[in-house]
């Protein structure tokens, strides 16, 4: 089936500063690529939608510009978390969809802020 | 939106015994309905679909039904091993409108198979 890979896969950042997510799918393009949230336990929250070439479309509640998201292209988008805090410190998945019905996910990024 | 409940929350069973995990929906338009297991630590894993336009879909130990008129579907899995022990989403999408394909997802299941 179709590859989606995220990096790094776990980040340890200090306070204030930023970190850069990566989601690539690796063997399709990917016309829209989502990004979640995830706490333990729990459910994946939708971020953001974002198609190639185009701005992100954000959920309610989700901060654009602390959340800044970029598909560059048809096989890589970015997160950026800005001037994190404690709070932000959670699990990242990004999936990615082509053409058909299925969406793909990738592993998933461990972020933690201290 | 979309409204999609998962039950049960948790849900535990022999090894060889049979698992059932339900959900329901609330929007008529939704046609897709993709199932997710999620181990400990990792992203959700695509393991089954189906479409509206079709009742029950089969892969080899895994089936999921389809009932449009009730607005529910449901995941089973027989002869359960050890191995299938994590998390399953499931979640419901329309492609028709300005949607995008955005998934709804239940709370999850955790499933635990005992050996």
């Known amino acids: 089936g179709a590859v989606v890979s995220q990096h790094p896969s776990w980040v340890i950042c200090k306070s204030g500063t930023s970190v850069k997510i990566e989601c690539r799918s690796l063997?399709?393009?990917?016309?829209?690529m989502f990004w979640y949230r995830q706490f333990p336990k729990q459910s994946l929250m939708l971020m953001a939608t974002?198609?190639?070439?185009?701005?992100?479309?954000?959920e309610q509640g989700v901060e654009k510009d602390k959340f800044l998201i970029n598909h560059a292209s048809l096989t890589l988008s970015t997160l950026t978390v800005t001037s994190a805090h404690p709070e932000d410190s959670s699990f990242y998945i990004c999936?990615?969809?082509?053409?058909?019905?299925?969406?793909?996910f990738g592993p998933g990024t461990r972020l933690t802020v201290t | 939106g979309e409204n999609v409940e998962q039950h049960p929350s948790t849900l535990s069973v022999q090894e060889g015994d049979s698992a059932v995990i339900k959900c329901t929906y609330s929007?008529?338009?939704?046609?897709?309905f993709p199932w997710y297991k999620q181990e400990l630590g990792k992203g959700p894993q695509l393991i089954i679909d189906?479409?509206?336009?079709?009742g029950e879909k089969k892969d080899q130990r895994i089936a999921v039904t389809l009932n449009k008129t009730a607005k529910h579907f449901s995941l089973h899995i027989t002869e359960t091993q050890p191995e299938d022990s994590a998390v399953y989403f499931c979640?419901?999408?329309?492609?028709?409108?300005?949607?995008?394909?955005?998934?709804?997802f239940g709370r999850g299941t955790q499933l635990t198979v005992w050996p």
């Open positions: 979640a419901a999408t329309s492609y028709r409108g300005s949607t995008l394909g955005r998934l709804y």
């Open positions: 189906i479409r509206s336009n079709v």
């Open positions: 974002s198609n190639e070439g185009s701005k992100a479309t954000y």
């Open positions: 063997d399709f393009q990917a016309t829209t």
């Open positions: 999936s990615a969809r082509d053409s058909t019905y299925e969406q793909y």
């Open positions: 929007d008529s338009a939704s046609n897709y």
